[in-house]
Nanobody
Framework: QVQLVESGGGSVQAGGSLRLSCAAS????????RGWVRQAPGKEREFVAAITWSGARTWYASSVKGRFTISRDNAKTTVYLAMNSLKPEDTALYYC????????????????WGQGTQVTVSS
């Protein structure tokens, strides 16, 4: 069974840090760009960051650029999202997904979603 499993979420105070992980099982999704998308309560899903299969190229939403860093392990099965200087507005359910076609910052371009991991930032 092909699936993505996110972990690493939690509750932190503003200014804190968390590191999310997205592990692939059943398939390494070889060759595909993988991304992080988040959904805050009452809001639509929004693009956060993405990384190519090789790791050579990354993209970030303007709201997280300079604070978040996306990376992947050498085996290319796990993708990480290091989140620093967290703000209350970063509170959301964070999903990992595979870019199958379309623009890297278009949520509709992603498929094979994980179940999500909750990040809560208090002020």
């Amino acid at each position: 069974q092909v699936q993505l499993v996110e972990s690493g979420g939690g509750s932190v105070q503003a200014g804190g840090s968390l590191r999310l992980s997205c592990a692939a099982s059943g398939s390494s999704f070889s060759g595909y760009t993988r991304g992080w998308v988040r959904q805050a309560p009452g809001k639509e899903r929004e693009f956060v960051a993405a990384i190519t299969w090789s790791g050579a190229r990354t993209w970030y939403a303007s709201s997280v650029k300079g604070r978040f860093t996306i990376s992947r392990d050498n085996a290319k099965t796990t993708v990480y999202l290091a989140m620093n200087s967290l703000k209350p507005e970063d509170t959301a359910l964070y999903y990992c997904a595979v870019l199958v076609r379309g623009a890297v910052d278009a949520v509709a371009a992603y498929d094979y979603w994980g179940q999500g991991t909750q990040v809560t930032v208090s002020s």
